[in-house]
């Protein structure tokens, strides 16, 4: 893939690790409807909520919001708007007796989009430091998400797997996953203990679908709305130096039937800048995940220190 500069960010982990804390347990097609408080029907729906109980199908999301800063003693400002989108497949793993589960492999972009043309930026204007900076969107490839099966070496049922974990009401279900993120920082030092830089993030989800769809066995894939908070430092591309605030992040999005659905702006993005985006990745996939940091260390060099003039 070709990339321009300012598009080879592939940072945060944004849709799939999340939604893949929901599927907890394993895999059948044949219930009829398929039964919540099973452990068998409940990884059904959570492959169905995620992507398809076909293996290899290629499923999509598309999500779109606003971005903040957050300093303080000062208003937030809105800085950018955003939109999302993400490409996965699954494929059934025969686990035997911890049973049938399914890995996930997913493709993701986040956009940083100009609030008034709406169109991706190249370069955007700190107006803390009145720096031109070059933005790098977010191409994550892969964010892939482990087998994980509902049973033991010896085929009992894990406490946390019996059933399917969202909340129900009437023809309605919805499911709330705060993830908080605190790890090493490798765009920082190795004293990171003692003198802070540690990576610390919080992203926070909500995803909300009809029952109907969720347990109808005639249906590969249930019908699936998200709801997606990220709280962050600075992103590296802002050349923040250390200033005290950061970032957030409000959106909202669903799974969409097609390709052809996903907006003009985001296809003429792939096509552009990130072809192989159009479709997941293989569902053999074996690469390490990547994370923003990571990735902006190993296409970004870093940029000298200039102490500010004294007065």
């Known amino acids: 893939m070709q990339n321009s500069k300012h598009t080879k960010v592939r940072p ?72 999302g989108y993400s490409v996965r497949a699954c494929a059934t793993v025969d686990g035997g007796k911890k049973g049938k589960s399914f890995k996930l492999v997913t493709r993701e972009i986040l956009l940083y989009k100009d609030k008034k043309t709406g169109k991706p930026l190249k370069t955007w204007l700190n107006p803390w430091t009145n720096e031109e900076v070059d933005v790098f969107q977010v191409l994550n490839d892969p964010v892939n998400q482990p087998v994980r099966f509902n049973r033991d070496e010896n085929g009992k049922v894990l406490p946390y797997a019996a059933k399917f974990m969202a909340k129900q009401q009437d023809d309605r279900w919805w499911l709330t996953l705060p993830v908080p993120l605190f790890y090493h920082n490798p765009l920082a030092g190795d004293y990171q203990k003692q003198v802070g830089g540690v990576y610390h993030a919080t992203e926070l989800f909500n995803f909300l679908g009809d029952i109907d769809s969720l347990v109808d066995e005639k249906t590969d894939t249930a019908d699936v709305q998200v709801g997606w908070v990220r709280i962050s430092d600075w992103l590296p591309f802002m050349m923040m130096s250390g200033r005290e605030g950061g970032i957030y992040i409000h959106a909202a999005g669903r799974k969409i039937a097609k390709f052809d659905d996903v907006s003009d702006t985001m296809k003429t993005f792939i096509a552009a800048e990130a072809p192989k985006y159009s479709v997941p990745p293989p569902t053999n996939d074996t690469r390490p995940n990547d994370t923003s940091w990571t990735t902006y260390k190993k296409d970004v060099p870093g940029a000298p220190f200039v102490s500010p003039k004294s007065h």
């Not at 690790?17 to 009829?32: C, D, H, I, Y």
């Not at 408080?37 to 290899?56: E, F, H, L, Y």
């Open 12 to 83: 945060l982990r944004i849709l799939s690790l999340a939604v893949g804390l929901t599927s907890l347990m394993s895999f059948q097609l044949n219930a009829a409807p398929i039964d919540l408080n099973t452990p068998d029907g409940a990884t059904t729906v959570s492959r169905k909520i995620q992507c398809s109980t076909v293996d290899d199908k290629p499923v999509f999301f598309s999500w779109d919001g606003k971005l903040f800063s957050r300093r303080m003693g000062e208003p937030d400002q809105h800085l950018f708007d955003v939109e």
